[in-house]
Structure formats: C-alpha cells, structure tokens
C-alpha cells in the first residue's frame, strides 16, 4: 500500500541516483564555453574541432556498450561508482593537457563515465521506486540533465568574466573542465551511502539482503510481498540475448530501440545546435548566445517539470502522443518560416520554443522511463544497452550530419524531414507502445509478454 513507502529514503535514493544525469548534462555541455579557446589555444582546424568535440560522445557509446553487461555481472552501484571516478579523471585530464591528443583522451574517459550513468541511473532508480510513482522518479534523471546542462552554462560564464580573452584561451577553459570535479566527487561520497538495487541483488541469490531494502521501501508486508515477484519472474528467464529476440520480447527490444533512436532524429540537438544563430536572426543582438541558452534552458527546465507532474497521472503512452504530436506541429511551422522566408520573425522564436516545451515533456523523459521498465529482470542490463547505444548513434548521426543537410537541403527541408520522422514516431507510439504506469516491474514483465 503506498501509505507504507519510505517515500523519504525512495527519494534520497532516486536524488542520489539522478546525480549521473547531472554529470551527463554537466559533462556534455561544457565543451560549448570551452571549444573556441581551445581552438585558438592549438590552432585546430575544424576537423580537428570535430574530433575533440566529438571524443564524449564516442566514449558514451564505448561505455553502454560495456556498462549492461559489467552491471549484470557486479552490480548497479558498482558500475555507478565507476563512471563518478572516471568523471573526476576526466575533469582532471581535461584540465591539464598540453597536447591536443591529451585532452581528446581525457573527454573519451569522461564519455565513458556518461554513456555508463546514461544507463545505470535510471535503471537504479526503476528497480528501486514503488510502482505508484516509478516514472516521476525517473523523471528526476532527465531534470538533473537539464540542471547539469544549465549550471555548467552559469559556470561556464562565471569563469569567463575571471580575465581577459587572453586568459581564457591560456587558463579559463581549463577551469571550466576542471570544476567537474566537485559535482565528480559527491556523487563518489553519495554513492558509497546508497543499497545495491535490490532486484539485482535477487537476482544473485542474495534475498536476504534484497529484502531488507525492499521492506525498508515497501513496508514489511508488501516488501515480502515484492521479493516474491521478483523471484517468480526470474525462474522464467533465462538471461541470454537470442531470448531479448524471441516472441514475446522482440517488440519490447524494437520499442526500446525505436524511442532511443527517435528521440535524437526527430531534431533536438540539432535545434539547440542552431538556435544561436535563429536568435540572433529574430533581432536578439550580441548577446543572444547567451539569451538563447537561458531561454532554451528555462523552457527545458520548465517543461521537464510538467513531465514529473503528468506521468504517474496521464501516462507515459498518453504524454508521448500529445508531445510528439506537439512536435510534429512545431517542425512543421519552423520548416514552413524558413521556405516563405519568415525566418527573421518572432514566429520562428515561437515554434523552436513550442517545440522544446513538447519535447521536454515527452520525449525528453519517457524513453529513459520505458527502457528502464519495459525489459526483464534478469537481463535488464543488457536489453537497456543496447536501446542507449542507439540513442548515442543517434547524437553522432545528427551532430555529423545537420550542418551538411543544413547546407545542401536548407532549413526548410532539413526540418521537415525531422518532421516527417516525428511523424513516423507518433504512428509507431500509437500501434506498439504500452501504459505502464502504476505497474510493478514484475506485472509490466508479465502483462507482455506485453507485446504479444
């Protein structure tokens, strides 16, 4: 019954747990302050602007791919704890380079740490949180996001106005990777104060432990009750890959992967890549790079927060409609201002806005929801990889290839192909996704088998 959760100790687990989404958005956005002092610091070409830009992201491909596994075998916290240390020896190495080929090592590291919390964060957070509230919780991953990303802009611009141009291209940049290391750091201590998951720890035989954490989360009956389920549902299993790809879960792996992807090529990096310059266009002056982050950031920020509200109480599968629906709109008008050439006017600034409400409300959070719930027990882990590996192939498409279909198809084209994949998503929400809200991870298990 939800009057016997230790919402308290749930919540200072999931707080804790998000932490490596605050990283994630700290980690990923602070190349953005720090890109062009380096440029002038190494003399980089733009390919070579290209590789170190890019480092992080092929090392969050790297670490998923490692991290279901590695997680499988010892433990949610532990991988956790991993990727908080290779956070701080990126900061670290990120700060100190005196090569080129240093400081692309350092940002790979710290990818690694990204795309390992990119997946174990809120894995942790679903195989702890009560049914009731399970998506709210997790939600909390994609807030410490955005809260990462803007508190890095902040101290991004914070040590900027420290000195002079010269003193940024010498030093500021490496302040800017080097304050990594605090946030690094708690999330280290944190971490050592939290319980390994629980079903991960039936699912090592180890019940005793595992339901000592669930009583203290569920109350002493219903935790007996949930440790019962749990070791129900792995008699079932069997662990492997070939059976991820058998009737029954094939369509849960296609979802998964589906989300992943779409959430990445229906547009929003490219978009907050482009906003800047879309500012600037709408009259905002000199200081529309900076507008533009705290305008974007609010949105984001603003709109995550009606996710937290709405999905334990619409639905994950209701959300995503309306907001990709939203987005479709949205595409559709950005598209339309630049083929009539209303680009300079503040219609575009509306859409883009529109745009990011609906994806921070929907997109933005529920696929890190529904990965995380959707997949068995016993290979959870490794399901989850693979879907989060398709959403970092998803940011290297659409960061290597916008500017290219920028150029070559116009802004008009370019939006309305996002457009029509946002379209693709919608038709495929409303044939293959399922509600799974107010479900233990057992019975969502159960119920598809979901996806017969």
Not at 180 to 190: K, Q, R, Y
């Amino acid at each position: 019954m939800n009057h016997q959760i230790n919402m308290r100790y749930v919540y200072m687990l999931s707080i804790v747990a998000a932490i490596g989404g605050l990283l994630f958005g700290y980690d990923t956005a602070v190349i953005s302050g720090a890109i062009g002092n380096i440029q002038q610091k190494f003399q980089l070409s733009d390919e070579a602007m290209g590789g170190v830009a890019s480092a992080a992201i092929w090392g969050c491909v790297v670490g998923v791919i490692f991290s279901g596994r590695i997680s499988d075998r010892f433990g949610r916290k532990k991988v956790l704890v991993a990727s908080a240390i290779l956070f701080a020896l990126s900061a670290l190495g990120s700060a100190i380079p005196n090569t080129i080929t240093q400081l692309v090592v350092a940002r790979f590291i710290g990818g690694l740490g990204v795309g390992m919390a990119s997946m174990l964060s809120p894995m942790y957070i679903s195989e702890i949180a009560p049914a009731h509230n399970r998506g709210t919780l997790v939600t909390l991953y994609q807030l410490a996001i955005v809260l990462g990303i803007n508190l890095i802009y902040f101290i991004n611009l914070l040590i900027a106005g420290m000195g002079d141009e010269q003193w940024n291209i010498d030093m500021g940049w490496r302040y800017m990777f080097g304050s990594e290391v605090i946030p690094s750091a708690l999330f280290l201590m944190l971490l050592l104060l939290v319980p390994e998951s629980p079903r991960w720890l039936a699912k090592q035989g180890r019940d005793q432990e595992a339901e000592k954490i669930l009583k203290k989360i569920n109350g002493d009956e219903r935790g007996a009750e949930v440790l019962k389920e749990i070791k129900e549902t792995l008699k079932e299993e069997k662990g492997t890959l070939q059976e991820l790809f058998e009737p029954g879960l094939r369509v849960a792996m296609v979802i998964g992967i589906v989300l992943a992807i779409f959430s990445q090529i229906t547009g929003i990096n490219a978009i907050i890549y482009y906003a800047p310059e879309i500012f600037k266009s709408v009259g905002f002056g000199t200081e529309s790079a900076l507008l533009q982050t705290v305008v974007i950031g609010l949105t984001n920020t603003v709109f995550t927060f009606v996710a937290i509200w709405l999905m334990d109480k619409a639905g994950r599968r209701k959300l995503l409609l309306w907001g990709v629906s939203g987005m479709v709109i949205c595409l559709l008008g950005m598209g339309a201002s630049f083929y009539f050439e209303l680009s300079s006017g503040p219609l575009l600034l509306l859409f883009i806005l529109g745009y990011i409400a609906c994806f921070a409300s929907s997109l933005g959070p529920i696929p890190w929801v529904l990965i995380s719930e959707i997949f068995p027990n016993k290979n959870r882990g490794l399901a989850m990889s693979i879907s989060i590996v398709m959403l970092w192939i998803g940011v290297v498409l659409i960061t290597q290839f916008f500017p290219v279909m920028l150029k070559q198809l116009g802004g008009a084209f370019t939006f309305w192909i996002f457009m029509i994949n946002a379209i693709i998503l919608v038709l495929f929400i409303w044939r293959y996704v399922p509600e799974t809200k107010q479900k233990t991870l057992e019975e969502i298990e159960k119920a598809g088998k979901p996806f017969n």
